[in-house]
């Protein structure tokens, strides 16, 4: 059982990784655009920056709650 945990940990944290990743590529995207038209009024700019970076929190809470689960399981042997 804790191998199983310690795969999913690895996982979420790989998911947090990659929201992250995907969520500062959204900025660098939205800055770009915003350096090239000088327009920053439309609704749509940061709309995924902050959907990855909750997702990336949401990843984050999983996999510290799995570690606190492994740390519960490897104590009780």
Same mark, same amino acid.
């Given at each position: &059982? ?11 944290? *790989? %998911? $947090? %990784?990659? $929201? *992250?990743v995907?969520?500062? &590529?959204?900025? +660098? =995207?939205? $800055?770009?655009? !915003?350096? /090239?038209?000088?327009?920053f009024? /439309? ?5 995924? /920056?902050?959907?990855?970076m909750?997702q990336? +929190?949401?990843? =984050?809470? !999983? %996999? !510290?709650? *799995? !570690? ?7 104590? /009780?042997?």
């Amino acid at each position: &059982m804790t191998f199983f945990l310690v795969l999913l940990v690895g996982g979420f944290a *790989l %998911a $947090a %990784a990659t $929201a *992250l990743v995907r969520g500062l &590529m959204a900025f +660098v =995207q939205d $800055a770009e655009h !915003i350096r /090239q038209t000088g327009d920053f009024r /439309q609704d749509a700019y940061g709309v995924k /920056q902050n959907r990855m970076m909750s997702q990336r +929190v949401l990843y =984050q809470g !999983i %996999a !510290i709650a *799995l !570690i606190v689960l492994v740390g519960a399981v490897a104590s /009780q042997k």
